[in-house]
């Protein structure tokens, strides 16, 4: 994807509608399967989370992810033994900010997971989410419904 500048909306005009209703400015955490998707280009599923993407690379928002996540993302390649793969799914996770698992994400997760019965996983990647003040947690995974006050993105097409 190119790199293209954001472009204002005229005076009086409306703002776009942004991928998944989030706002210019906002932050999201991405859960490892919309990365796998991408990164594998996904005939399927990778489209829908392209839009997300795009809008990070044209400046509107900010991705982040969990050291889970690179984790998760890099275990497939390296599980076949394609280190070259992985060293190159690493490469492009790069210029995403990378949380790490702190104190308070733990303490989190902890506590979303006795609550909602998450997998330790899930929970660090919502409680990032949680840490961070995200604005969304973006993932391919239904078993996160379960949790209040933090808002899932699921993928959508463009329209």
């Known amino acids: 994807m190119a790199q293209r500048p954001a472009r204002s909306p005229r005076a009086g005009a409306k703002a776009p509608t942004m991928w998944g209703g989030l706002a210019r400015g906002d932050r ?3 859960d490892s ?3 796998i998707y991408l990164l594998d280009g996904h005939p399927v599923f990778a489209p829908l989370f392209e839009g997300l993407f795009q809008a990070q690379e044209d400046g509107l928002l900010d991705i982040c992810l969990s ?3 690179l984790a ?3 275990t497939g390649p390296l599980r076949h033994q394609q280190d070259a793969l992985a ?3 690493e490469k ?3 210029g995403f900010e990378l949380v790490p698992v702190t104190q308070e994400i733990a303490v989190t997760a902890a506590r979303l997971r006795a609550g909602s019965g998450l997998r330790l996983p899930d929970a660090i990647q919502a409680a990032t989410a ?3 003040q995200a604005a969304a947690l973006v993932t391919h995974d239904r078993d ?5 006050g933090l808002k899932i993105l699921l993928g959508q097409l463009e329209p």
């Not at 996160?144 to 209040?148: G, H, N, P, V």
């Open 28 to 30: 999201v955490v991405v």
């Open 144 to 148: 996160y419904s379960r949790l209040q």
């Open 72 to 74: 998760e993302v890099l």
């Open 130 to 132: 949680l840490e961070t």
């Open 87 to 89: 060293k190159r799914y």
């Open 92 to 94: 492009a996770l790069a």
């Open 67 to 69: 050291t889970i996540a």
């Open 33 to 35: 399967a919309p990365l």
